[in-house]
């Protein structure tokens, strides 16, 4: 047999993924892969009942339906505060492939991209498939703070971008505007890209707030957004994501996206007009849950004596587990699915750092699913070694 490829040889599954397996296989409750178990806004889910009959059953435009894209333009460019066309937009399949089309529209291989550490496990086998070599720059727990110096330490190395997820997966940081600030001027000074990842873009918790940094001066011929409708919308699974940049990168990731999977599900896009149209008052309510969610499952965990991070946004938390005597929080995550029945991610899987004190739940489920979850974790101290 000939040999694989080399640049797959440290490639392992998805640990995300894993752990819903072992999540599945110990009837566990599921807080690892980061999906909701409650429904989508009932008018979404009305609209894709009406177009599984009248369609359209057909390919879509590669880069996106003109109705789909036209919508969250206008959407987009409210919320971002920038100009936004649809001719701005390629709408792809998820935004796992958006980040995907973005790297490979604008690295080439020996490029150098900075990755924020920790990071979605996704960042660094994009870099790899494109022949890339990530810059790792350590996020400190527990606010996941930088050093702007170690930052321009890495963009000394004149990388061709910076990936940037805001609100971030795996912790839960929202980047202040002088954070952004001091990225976009380092990202001005060395010609650099911003690639962001903003799927989390509203889902924000009091008294933070969520700032583009394409709409930053400058910044906006150099980012590349990259977002999708999974998390605002609760759609995980209808893979619909988009990437927004400015003329000349969006014309070369419309081919390397019409070469990745041609284009997104037509009929998805139809109805997801829908969603895209909702009023302010949808995106104030989704606050509003996640909040009271999010507050709800902190206030057990303390309860339970345990310690664990503040999230600003998105719907992570971080658990502190050094107290239990595990030296893999992979194995203590196993442990956890089997013995106590809730599962959960290894920290370590995020950070490029030797970190194994951290496992990550998440709380975008029912209230009864995440009292069930807080039940059953009265339980954590019978697995202490």
């Given amino acids: 047999m000939p040999e694989l490829s080399k640049r797959t040889r440290g490639f392992t599954d998805s640990v995300i993924r894993r752990m819903t397996r072992i999540s599945n296989q110990y009837g566990a409750v599921n807080l690892s892969q980061g999906f909701p178990d409650f429904d989508p806004p009932a008018e979404l889910t009305a609209k894709l009942r009406e177009t599984a009959a009248a369609g359209p059953h057909q390919y879509a435009t590669t880069w996106g339906a003109e109705n789909f894209r036209q919508a969250l333009a206008e959407k987009q460019a409210k919320f971002m505060n920038i100009p936004v066309s649809?001719?701005?937009?390629?709408?792809?399949?998820?935004?796992?492939?958006?980040?995907?089309?973005?790297?490979?529209?604008?690295?080439?291989?020996?490029?150098?991209?900075?990755?924020?550490?920790?990071?979605?496990?996704?960042?660094?086998?994009?870099?790899?498939?494109?022949?890339?070599?990530?810059?790792?720059?350590?996020?400190?727990?527990?606010?996941?703070?930088?050093?702007?110096?170690?930052?321009?330490?890495?963009?000394?190395?004149?990388?061709?971008?910076?990936?940037?997820?805001?609100?971030?997966?795996?912790?839960?940081?929202?980047?202040?505007?002088?954070?952004?600030?001091?990225?976009?001027?380092?990202?001005?000074?060395?010609?650099?890209?911003?690639?962001?990842?903003?799927?989390?873009?509203?889902?924000?918790?009091?008294?933070?707030?969520?700032?583009?940094?394409?709409?930053?001066?400058?910044?906006?011929?150099?980012?590349?957004?990259?977002?999708?409708?999974?998390?605002?919308?609760?759609?995980?699974?209808?893979?619909?994501?988009?990437?927004?940049?400015?003329?000349?990168?969006?014309?070369?990731?419309?081919?390397?996206?019409?070469?990745?999977?041609?284009?997104?599900?037509?009929?998805?896009?139809?109805?997801?007009?829908?969603?895209?149209?909702?009023?302010?008052?949808y995106y104030d309510s989704l606050t509003r849950l996640y909040t009271e969610k999010r507050d709800f499952f902190l206030s057990g965990l303390d309860s339970l004596g345990l310690t664990h991070t503040v999230p600003e946004g998105a719907y992570y938390v971080m658990l502190d587990i050094s107290q239990y005597g595990y030296e893999s929080d992979l194995e203590f995550c196993e442990e956890l699915a089997r013995t106590v029945g809730v599962g959960a991610v290894p920290g370590s899987s995020f950070f490029r750092e030797n970190e194994n004190r951290y496992i990550r739940f998440h709380f975008a489920k029912k209230r009864e699913t995440l009292e069930e979850a807080l039940n059953r974790l009265e339980n954590i101290k019978k697995i202490a070694k």
């Fill in 86 to 281: 649809a001719d701005d937009i390629v709408v792809t399949c998820g935004s796992t492939e958006a980040m995907m089309a973005a790297m490979m529209s604008v690295t080439d291989p020996g490029d150098k991209v900075v990755v924020f550490s920790p990071f979605y496990e996704n960042y660094g086998a994009d870099t790899i498939l494109c022949g890339a070599k990530p810059v790792f720059v350590p996020l400190k727990p527990p606010h996941f703070d930088f050093d702007p110096e170690v930052l321009e330490d890495a963009f000394r190395l004149h990388p061709k971008a910076l990936i940037l997820c805001n609100p971030s997966n795996p912790c839960g940081k929202v980047f202040s505007r002088q954070e952004l600030e001091t990225i976009a001027f380092l990202a001005k000074k060395y010609d650099s890209f911003v690639i962001t990842d903003e799927v989390y873009e509203h889902i924000v918790f009091a008294p933070h707030r969520h700032t583009y940094i394409a709409s930053l001066d400058g910044m906006r011929e150099r980012t590349i957004s990259v977002s999708s409708l999974s998390k605002t919308y609760s759609v995980t699974g209808w893979r619909l994501g988009y990437v927004i940049a400015p003329p000349e990168v969006i014309d070369t990731a419309r081919k390397v996206h019409d070469f990745l999977t041609v284009g997104a599900a037509s009929i998805l896009q139809e109805a997801a007009v829908t969603a895209l149209r909702f009023p302010d008052s």
